[in-house]
């Protein structure tokens, strides 16, 4: 308590050296928080994205060759191996949402123009129940594939264009939570029908007319000029199959995946069924996810470090200069008994009470930026997506905390560096210092 007596004697003392000091930590710590606040946001956003709006969830469950992936386009389960993951997700008490998965591709055609497609059939009900809570209303023009019949499509709103599909109204606004604004916006196209054709896996050709229902796909830029989504059951007709390519499955509790792959491993094996369960991360539609989210860390770290490196050199600087101006209180001090660990200790204190100082003014300036930034609901569109966003920085307490600590090492480290050289000199030399 001593110590802290003194540091803020000293601060209070030599107050024109500490006002800097404390600006120049409030000013990183404001930055540090504000930066990761909203780089924090833009990640959430995108794994909302993939988790909900494409129904990723937790789990993927395909076909597998001596527990060793298959290429996931050749994953094909049968209605056995259906049946069999049907009953182990009701008596493993851990799924709370499943929906089926067939790929499908070929060439998309109106009359007038065509088009490579490729995209999913899924259960569109199952698909509902994965999109909660943030995503029941996935489109931006249209309904929602659960909403309409099975001759419908969902078109990417890039391929949408290629067939002269599109929607009067301009809103393409995302809400803060994730999701369309749950209402019907209408679609024009040049034509109302689109054929597909795809061959099966015997090598037939069929084709089928759809009419196109949606304007949505991912919601990624790239991805939805090739993209479209259909229901499951039209899919299988098409392809004369009852087979799935995989099945995607979200926990009740994230957790538990650890245990839920466990547990769905020794199943599968005592069953006979070649079948693997994974981190939706980890599988090749993720690459995109993986890629962007390593790069978000890079940049954070970096931006970071920086940020880190300016506040350290500015309250190094600053101490510097207290210090020089102190080496006559100093050399008291050291006549007076004090060892030099004890007047480091006074330093290193006073440095970090300037962090703490300087990390509670930041905080306050920047939780007050973000709750008004927040309200204002600035639009931007964020990285790959192909929707604009609201502009929103995250509040984690955690980020605060954590800022609050490395700032106060980061202050305190400058103040030990600032006086352990002038601790080491001769007292004599001291008391005559001007």
Request: with cysteine; aromatic share 10%.
């Amino acid at each position: 308590m001593q110590t802290i007596r003194m540091g803020i004697r000293n601060i209070l003392r030599n107050w024109r050296h500490s006002t800097g000091s404390i600006l120049s930590v409030a000013i990183g710590f404001s930055a540090l928080t504000l930066f990761n606040g909203y780089i924090s946001v833009v990640g959430e956003l995108y794994e909302d994205n993939y988790r909900y709006r494409s129904m990723f969830g937790d789990v993927f469950i395909e076909k597998s060759k001596n527990d060793q992936p298959v290429d996931f386009e050749e994953s094909r389960i049968t209605p056995k191996e259906q049946k069999f993951l049907t009953e182990f997700f009701g008596l493993s008490g851990m799924v709370d949402a499943y929906v089926p998965m067939l790929i499908v591709s070929g060439m998309a055609n109106n009359g007038r123009t065509s088009s490579i497609f490729w995209g999913f059939a899924y259960d569109v009900q199952d698909g509902l129940k994965m999109r909660m809570p943030s995503w029941p209303w996935n489109v931006r023009a249209g309904k929602p594939l659960d909403t309409l019949s099975a001759e419908h499509v969902l078109l990417g709103q890039n391929i949408a264009e290629t067939f002269g599909c599109g929607t009067d109204s301009q809103e393409r606004i995302l809400t803060q939570i994730g999701g369309y604004e749950p209402r019907e916006r209408p679609i024009k196209c040049d034509r109302e029908k689109i054929q597909l054709n795809v061959t099966t896996a015997e090598g037939q050709v069929n084709a089928t007319n759809l009419r196109v229902g949606a304007l949505g796909g991912v919601g990624l830029r790239g991805i939805d000029s090739w993209y479209l989504m259909m229901d499951l059951n039209r899919a299988q007709q098409l392809y004369d199959t009852r087979d799935i390519s995989h099945i995607r499955l979200r926990l009740k509790d994230s957790a538990q995946f650890h245990n839920f792959v466990s547990s769905f491993k020794s199943a599968a094996q005592q069953a006979g069924m070649d079948l693997r369960a994974f981190d939706w991360r980890d599988h090749i539609l993720a690459r995109v996810y993986k890629r962007t989210m390593s790069l978000f860390e890079t940049f954070r770290n970096l931006v970071s470090l920086v940020i880190l490196t300016i506040s350290g050199m500015s309250v190094l600087n600053a101490m510097v200069k207290s210090v020089n101006e102190r080496r006559r209180e100093i050399g008291t001090l050291r006549s007076l008994g004090f060892f030099r660990k004890d007047i480091r200790i006074i330093f290193t204190t006073e440095g970090i009470l300037i962090g703490f100082l300087g990390s509670l003014l930041g905080s306050l300036f920047s939780v007050g930026f973000s709750l008004i930034v927040n309200q204002v609901k600035f639009i931007y569109y964020a990285g790959f997506l192909t929707d604009p966003v609201p502009f929103l920085i995250g509040l984690h307490p955690w980020l605060y905390v954590v800022s609050l600590l490395i700032l106060c090492t980061v202050a305190g480290l400058a103040a030990f560096l600032a006086s352990n050289r002038t601790v080491k000199q001769p007292i004599p030399h001291l008391l005559t210092s001007v």
